[in-house]
């Protein structure tokens, strides 16, 4: 691996590639735990990245600096950082090659490299004004983008964007939303497409919810391409006409307009010799304590596979806070603490408009796809006391498993208090509550905030599937 070009850079206890919230989060409490260790964190970029508020900067809520997490939430503690990328990895000797020429030898090593935005195979991919969205330099060339090429101070607010300026963006998941709701607000005509027949399509089914959704896209001016996906992008140096597979042609002007995939992610694990590591195309197989196949490797994020919590088969769980706990256990493991991660879940939140949106589990459709016999139950109620100014709503649906009645899933749409259930949700399923268990929630009540004492969302959808099986 190692040639006479090629110098020790240095020796290491713990080298962990990946400076995003896996790598922040276990680098903190190695070196806090025991700061007597030398553990160094990898990262190219110049900065780690809020992710989630990219499209907020985008969007022009707030300048671009505030997406970059600052350094000394590494440094702070003692972790040695290197603006370096990995370019090798050799398990049997315990070193890693580094872009420079150097090498760096470990004790453990912690794979969270995360993942990278899937470029769609379709003619067109390679051209100018194509992007996708993860990283800094993403964002600070979409700004310049949507500034009309000018450059961008990341301090500075959003600058007026070029007049008619078109986008199209294409998946309507969470990250294709808050994408095309930032461009509509700087804006610009948006052009929303996606394959499915509905937006959100792993977060949420149900013909209700999802009508809601896209009455909300169309409300705020998206045009919303449903049912049909992404097949041709023309262009010399920038795309000028993208082509859909019901033939509909969307005309962009070369130099102003642009394109954002959002059509899903893959794990960044390129630079591994894969011979060596057990995987599959979704990422590096690991075991409960985040341990892989390779000898004191260990691995977390989003560039890793692993089980549903649920129902102990493989599913993606591409989520910061995934892999923050991951981090967790992998780092009490190379600790020697016993831990186990329990599986993914998969609680999520976006918003669209004035709606807040979330999910958690499995929606019907999925658990029925993986071979579980289920139903579902909705609710709906105000968010405040029925006679209280501006009081919103929440559309709850439970999924339950017919034989035991146990939570497997909820979905919810509505105006306020979204993640909050969510989360409750999220721990109800991973300790196997069942829809009997949830009737039984001790619940709080006051004007500004809730129901009538007499309801609660969750009970409410809980005694639904409880009686159901009574009376069937």
Same mark, same amino acid.
């Given at each position: 691996?190692?040639?006479?070009?090629?110098?020790?850079?240095r020796?290491?206890?713990v080298?962990?590639?990946?400076?995003?919230?896996?790598?922040?989060?276990?680098?903190?409490?190695?070196?806090?735990?025991?700061?007597?260790?030398?553990?160094?964190?990898?990262? *190219?970029?110049?900065?780690?990245? @809020?992710?989630?508020?990219? *499209?907020?900067?985008?969007?022009?809520?707030?300048?671009?600096?505030?997406?970059?997490?600052?350094?000394?939430?590494l440094?702070?503690?003692?972790?040695?950082?290197?603006?370096?990328?990995?370019?090798?990895?050799?398990?049997?000797?315990?070193?890693?090659?580094?872009?420079?020429?150097?090498?760096?030898?470990?004790?453990?090593?912690?794979?969270?490299?995360?993942a990278?935005p899937?470029?769609?195979?379709? *003619?067109?991919?390679?051209?100018?004004n194509?992007?996708?969205?993860?990283?800094?330099?993403?964002?600070?060339?979409?700004?310049?983008?949507?500034?009309?090429?000018?450059?961008v101070?990341?301090?500075?607010?959003?600058?007026?964007?070029?007049?008619?300026?078109?986008?199209?963006?294409?998946?309507?998941g969470?990250?294709?939303?808050?994408?095309?709701?930032?461009?509509?607000?700087?804006?610009? +005509?948006?052009?929303?497409v996606?394959m499915?027949?509905?937006?959100?399509p792993?977060?949420?089914d149900?013909?209700?919810?999802?009508?809601?959704?896209?009455?909300?896209?169309?409300?705020?001016?998206?045009?919303?391409?449903?049912g049909?996906?992404?097949?041709?992008?023309?262009?010399?140096?920038?795309?000028?006409?993208v082509?859909?597979?019901?033939?509909?042609?969307?005309?962009?002007?070369?130099?102003?307009?642009?394109?954002?995939?959002?059509?899903?992610?893959?794990?960044?694990?390129?630079?591994?010799?894969?011979?060596?590591?057990?995987?599959?195309?979704?990422?590096?197989?690991?075991?409960?304590?985040?341990?892989?196949?390779?000898?004191?490797?260990?691995?977390?994020?989003?560039?890793?596979?692993?089980?549903?919590?649920?129902?102990?088969?493989p599913?993606?769980?591409?989520?910061?806070?995934?892999?923050?706990?991951?981090?967790?256990?992998?780092a009490?493991?190379m600790m020697?603490?016993?831990?186990?991660? *329990?599986?993914?879940?998969?609680?999520?939140?976006?918003?669209?408009?004035h709606?807040?949106?979330?999910?958690?589990?499995?929606?019907?459709?999925?658990?029925?796809?993986?071979?579980?016999?289920?139903?579902?139950?909705?609710?709906?109620?105000?968010?405040?006391?029925?006679?209280?100014?501006d009081?919103?709503?929440?559309?709850?649906?439970?999924?339950?498993?017919?034989?035991t009645?146990?939570?497997?899933?909820?979905?919810?749409?509505?105006?306020?208090?979204?993640? +909050?259930?969510?989360?409750l949700?999220?721990?109800?399923?991973?300790?196997?509550?069942?829809?009997?268990?949830?009737?039984?929630?001790?619940y709080?009540?006051?004007?500004w905030?809730?129901?009538?004492?007499a309801?609660?969302?969750? @009970?409410?959808a809980?005694?639904?599937? @409880?009686?159901?099986r009574?009376?069937s």
């Open positions: 691996m190692t040639d006479e070009k090629n110098t020790l850079l020796k290491t206890d080298l962990i590639i990946g400076g995003g919230p896996a790598g922040i989060q276990a680098s903190r409490m190695l070196k806090i735990k025991h700061p007597e260790w030398d553990v160094t964190v990898l990262r *190219p970029e110049p900065y780690s990245m @809020v992710y989630c508020a990219i *499209p907020y900067a985008l969007e022009g809520l707030f300048s671009a600096d505030k997406t970059f997490k600052k350094d000394e939430l440094t702070e503690v003692g972790t040695n950082l290197l603006r370096l990328k990995a370019v090798c990895v050799d398990p049997e000797q315990h070193q890693v090659d580094l872009e420079d020429g150097s090498t760096i030898s470990y004790g453990k090593l912690f794979i969270c490299t995360g990278t899937i470029l769609l195979p379709v *003619p067109g991919n390679d051209l100018g194509v992007y996708t969205v993860k990283t800094g330099d993403d964002m600070i060339r979409l700004m310049e983008r949507l500034s009309g090429g000018l450059d101070d990341v301090e500075d607010a959003a600058t007026t964007i070029p007049e008619g300026l078109r986008a199209v963006v294409v998946g309507a969470a990250i294709g939303l808050e994408q095309a709701t930032a461009f509509r607000a700087r804006g610009a +005509e948006v052009h929303l996606e499915q027949d509905r937006p959100l792993v977060m949420l149900g013909e209700m919810c999802s009508k809601m959704i896209t009455d909300e896209i169309l409300k705020t001016g998206i045009h919303f391409h449903s049909v996906s992404l097949t041709e992008m023309i262009g010399e140096k920038e795309c000028e006409t082509v859909l597979s019901d033939g509909t042609r969307i005309e962009l002007q070369a130099g102003r307009d642009f394109i954002v995939l959002a059509a899903g992610m893959k794990p960044t694990i390129n630079f591994l010799n894969l011979d060596h590591f057990d995987h599959t195309r979704d990422g590096l197989i690991v075991d409960s304590q985040m341990r892989t196949n390779v000898p004191d490797v260990w691995a977390a994020g989003d560039c890793v596979t692993f089980h549903s919590g649920i129902d102990g088969k599913i993606g769980g591409k989520l910061a806070t995934n892999a923050v706990p991951m981090a967790k256990i992998a009490l493991d020697g603490i016993e831990a186990n991660y *329990p599986g993914f879940f998969n609680g999520a939140v976006t918003v669209m408009g709606l807040r949106i979330g999910g958690t589990g499995f929606t019907e459709s999925f658990a029925l796809a993986r071979g579980l016999n289920v139903f579902s139950t909705v609710a709906e109620l105000s968010t405040r006391f029925p006679m209280m100014p009081k919103g709503w929440i559309r709850l649906r439970l999924v339950f498993e017919e034989e009645l146990r939570l497997v899933g909820a979905q919810m749409v509505g105006t306020d208090a979204i993640a +909050e259930r969510v989360d949700l999220t721990l109800a399923i991973q300790h196997s509550l069942t829809a009997a268990d949830l009737t039984q929630l001790s709080s009540a006051q004007p905030q809730t129901f009538f004492p309801k609660n969302v969750i @009970v409410e809980a005694t639904s599937a @409880v009686n159901s009574r009376t």
